[in-house]
């Protein structure tokens, strides 16, 4: 009898770590695109519902989905609604902190949210983490007072906002895992812009400021190319490598939106904004590089299990 094959980890391909990189920086375009308006006075709603009906032809653009329309259909519809949701109270959060807030900031905490997923994943997903994880959870937390400062005059309603987007999309989050293991990714994909964007569908007659020149419609529609585009190459990317091999890249948006806050509103992040985001970093590595080990002293268990029990066969 053959012996058990081992699990070998391969080198992640360059061409998925740049459409992960591609795709932080289309979703950097995004969030600076977002503030750009709201800040030029067009309503918040539109802003959303643009981004996320443009998404929707895109995607279906892209995908191809005249010519296997089945991809799509779902399999638990009122899940892919709820999940829309979450991604809708995301979406407006996240657009009315950038209104307030610098992008590095809104992004920092946002960056919070991995640690946040890791801590419901227990009681919601079966998946406990280990008191070094907490650990590393409670120094991510530190890093968001750092960047708020509660009861120090920074602490304001952007901050809110921003909490609220991070939580809305940590349950999205949770609902992507719990789904993907039903429903296929092209339907996930499509969902995920069509169910935001009927839900905001009712509440776009309450909203009057529209663009009122070409410029501000071309970067209002280039939101749902930026969204569009951002979750294809996403989707690229976790078709050729693993989630855990990517897992370090979303990180680099930091940077982008440190650059781009600069570039295009003149704004560079007071020192305990970076102080703050580093510590969040930091901590999220930690809980990918303390996954990672554990998914290989797993594997390397069942190796040798598997062993054990071909000997004895």
Request: charged share 10%; glycine share 8%; hydrophobic share 55%.
């Amino acid at each position: 009898m053959s012996a058990p094959q081992r699990h070998v980890e391969s080198a992640t391909p360059p061409v998925a770590i740049l459409c992960m990189l591609s795709t932080y920086v289309c979703f950097t375009f995004l969030d600076t695109s977002s503030k750009y308006l709201v800040l030029a006075g067009i309503s918040v709603l539109v802003v959303a519902w643009v981004r996320f009906a443009v998404h929707v032809i895109l995607v279906g653009t892209l995908l191809r989905g005249w010519r296997q329309p089945m991809r799509f259909r779902p399999v638990n519809l009122p899940a892919h609604i709820l999940r829309g949701a979450f991604l809708f109270g995301s979406t407006i959060f996240n657009v009315l902190a950038l209104k307030s807030l610098q992008l590095a900031g809104t992004t920092s905490i946002y960056f919070f949210g991995p640690m946040v997923i890791t801590a419901l994943a227990g009681p919601l997903l079966g998946e406990w983490a280990g008191w070094r994880r907490w650990l590393a959870i409670l120094a991510a937390f530190a890093g968001v007072l750092i960047i708020t400062r509660p009861g120090v005059g920074v602490f304001g309603i952007g901050h809110l906002f921003a909490l609220g987007s991070m939580l809305s999309n940590c349950f999205y989050v949770i609902m992507t895992r719990r789904m993907s293991a039903t429903e296929t990714s092209e339907s996930l994909i499509l969902f995920s812009a069509l169910a935001p964007a009927l839900l905001l569908l009712p509440l776009l007659p309450f909203s009057f400021s529209l663009p009122h020149d070409g410029w501000h419609w071309f970067v209002l529609l280039m939101l749902g190319v930026f969204g569009g585009v951002g979750h294809w190459l996403l989707v690229q990317a976790y078709r050729l490598a693993t989630t855990t091999a990517l897992a370090p890249y979303p990180y680099s948006q930091m940077v982008w939106m440190i650059i781009s806050g600069w570039i295009v509103f003149k704004q560079f992040p007071d020192r305990w904004t970076l102080v703050g985001a580093a510590i969040i970093v930091a901590s999220g590595l930690y809980i990918v590089h303390r996954e990672h080990r554990l998914r290989l002293r797993s594997r390397a268990a069942s190796d040798v299990e598997a062993e054990a029990l071909a000997k004895k066969l």
